[in-house]
């Protein structure tokens, strides 16, 4: 008798999949990885997104299913997945919904570190990679609990996109990130997650950092100039957006990335 498995997803929504799925689709860069990578099941990843890139062997072994908007839903149907996996931030509710008409769908809503391990244990439960997911949790956990303690916050602007600038919000989980490495946001208190602003804006609140992702939008050492010209006596840093931004496997690497970056904010 195959043995079906429940789980409750992060928009409120069950899940069930029959007996261990076998054919599963990501739609969430750091899920992909987390599956391939994490879990060991590079094997049963069948599609992917355009912006799955790790692990490297990705780029030419799997469907590729366009951008985490733009899912092309027949190409994903005819490849018969069991499981999609996929993100509230990422993909559109109009072909989440779609997916869901022919095919179980694990949705995602990670907005801190606390949110992450709930989503990786429940992805454990329905691909039977409990173990994995437990001992990865506690390794990351682990990694976290060693940074040195922060005796003051340096204040940041954390920008992700360009015309306009495009600046990370509270509510999310690269602010979550922001306060781990030991940053305080100065755009903590808008109101949206990913507030557009202005270089005067980020002027008048006067952070000590500006970081300056490498993606989504890929901020260069032109842009870094840039800023530096026109805010003297602010540091301005080039960060590893995976590092704040992918959640899974990542984020075992992140506290040693922080320490990096901490130092130069010493």
């Given at each position: 008798?195959?043995?079906?498995?429940?789980?409750?997803?992060?928009?409120?929504?069950?899940?069930e999949v029959d007996g261990d799925?076998?054919?599963?689709?990501?739609?969430?860069?750091?899920?992909?990885?987390?599956?391939?990578?994490?879990?060991?099941?590079?094997?049963?990843?069948?599609?992917?997104?355009?912006?799955?890139?790790?692990?490297?062997?990705?780029?030419?072994?799997?469907?590729?299913?366009?951008?985490?908007?733009?899912?092309?839903?027949?190409?994903?149907?005819?490849?018969?997945?069991?499981?999609?996996?996929?993100?509230?931030?990422?993909?559109?509710?109009?072909?989440?919904?779609?997916?869901?008409?022919?095919?179980p769908v694990y949705v995602a809503?990670?907005?801190?570190?606390?949110?992450?391990?709930?989503?990786?244990?429940?992805?454990?439960?329905?691909?039977?990679?409990?173990?994995?997911?437990?001992?990865?949790?506690?390794?990351?956990?682990?990694?976290?609990?060693?940074?040195?303690?922060?005796?003051?916050?340096?204040?940041?602007?954390?920008?992700?996109?360009?015309?306009?600038?495009?600046?990370?919000?509270?509510?999310?989980?690269?602010?979550?990130?922001?306060?781990?490495?030991?940053?305080?946001?100065?755009?903590?208190?808008?109101?949206?997650?990913?507030?557009?602003?202005?270089?005067?804006?980020?002027?008048?609140?006067?952070?000590?950092?500006?970081?300056?992702?490498?993606?989504?939008?890929?901020?260069?050492?032109?842009?870094?100039?840039?800023?530096?010209?026109?805010?003297?006596?602010?540091?301005?840093?080039?960060?590893?957006?995976?590092?704040?931004?992918?959640?899974?496997?990542?984020?075992?690497?992140?506290?040693?990335?922080?320490?990096?970056?901490?130092?130069?904010?010493?």
């Amino acid at each position: 008798m195959i043995k079906q498995k429940v789980v409750i997803d992060q928009l409120g929504r069950k899940v069930e999949v029959d007996g261990d799925p076998q054919r599963l689709v990501s739609l969430v860069p750091s899920i992909t990885e987390l599956l391939a990578v994490g879990f060991g099941m590079e094997e049963q990843v069948v599609g992917v997104t355009d912006y799955c890139i790790h692990p490297a062997s990705l780029l030419k072994n799997k469907v590729r299913l366009g951008g985490p908007k733009t899912i092309d839903v027949k190409k994903l149907q005819a490849l018969a997945p069991q499981l999609v996996i996929a993100s509230k931030e990422e993909n559109t509710r109009e072909q989440v919904l779609e997916m869901a008409t022919f095919v179980p769908v694990y949705v995602a809503d990670v907005k801190s570190k606390a949110d992450a391990f709930e989503a990786m244990l429940a992805i454990g439960r329905l691909l039977r990679q409990e173990h994995q997911s437990q001992q990865l949790i506690a390794q990351i956990k682990s990694a976290f609990a060693a940074l040195p303690k922060v005796e003051k916050r340096h204040s940041a602007a954390y920008l992700v996109w360009k015309e306009p600038f495009i600046a990370v919000g509270a509510d999310t989980f690269v602010h979550d990130m922001l306060l781990s490495a030991g940053f305080s946001n100065v755009f903590a208190s808008h109101h949206t997650q990913y507030p557009a602003t202005s270089f005067n804006e980020i002027a008048a609140l006067r952070p000590q950092y500006v970081l300056l992702s490498s993606e989504p939008y890929p901020f260069s050492d032109e842009h870094k100039n840039w800023f530096e010209e026109r805010l003297p006596g602010v540091e301005i840093v080039l960060v590893d957006g995976e590092m704040f931004s992918w959640y899974g496997v990542r984020m075992a690497k992140a506290p040693a990335y922080f320490e990096e970056i901490w130092e130069l904010a010493r």
